[in-house]
Nanobody, 121 residues
Framework: QVQLVESGGGLVQAGGSLRLSCAAS????????MGWFRQAPGKEREFVAT????????VYADSVKGRFTISRDNAKNTVYLQMNSLKPEDTAVYYC??????????????WGQGTQVTVSS
């Protein structure tokens, strides 16, 4: 079992930055790939970024490539999402998840409760 708790969301102006954190419980954190997904009102949950167990492999959605950076610290059982040059269309609830190194949400077994990110224009 892995429990995930996101933090760092909030309200920011377009062009600004936020850093999301996801703290995991359990000693098996380093054995999972970690992903970030987001869901805007009225839309399906979509993939944002994923990082493999060691941090050596990363995949980003095209919509965030060059603006967002995913990273992890296995010693701290934490995964991060640094979000720069934020746009109003980045507004969503952001979820972290633990599972396979994939872009599909169905490949992730454990999910956090989500943190709201709102970007004003």
């Amino acid at each position: 079992q892995v429990q995930l708790v996101e933090s760092g969301g909030g309200l920011v102006q377009a062009g600004g930055s936020l850093r999301l954190s996801c703290a995991a419980s359990g000693r098996t954190f380093s054995s999972y790939a970690m992903g970030w997904f987001r869901q805007a009102p009225g839309k399906e949950r979509e993939f944002v970024a994923t990082i493999n167990w060691s941090g050596g492999s990363l995949v980003y959605a095209d919509s965030v490539k060059g603006r967002f950076t995913i990273s992890r610290d296995n010693a701290k059982n934490t995964v991060y999402l640094q979000m720069n040059s934020l746009k109003p269309e980045d507004t969503a609830v952001y979820y972290c998840a633990a599972g396979m190194f994939r872009t599909k949400s169905s490949e992730y077994a454990y999910w956090g409760q989500g943190t709201q990110v709102t970007v004003s224009s």
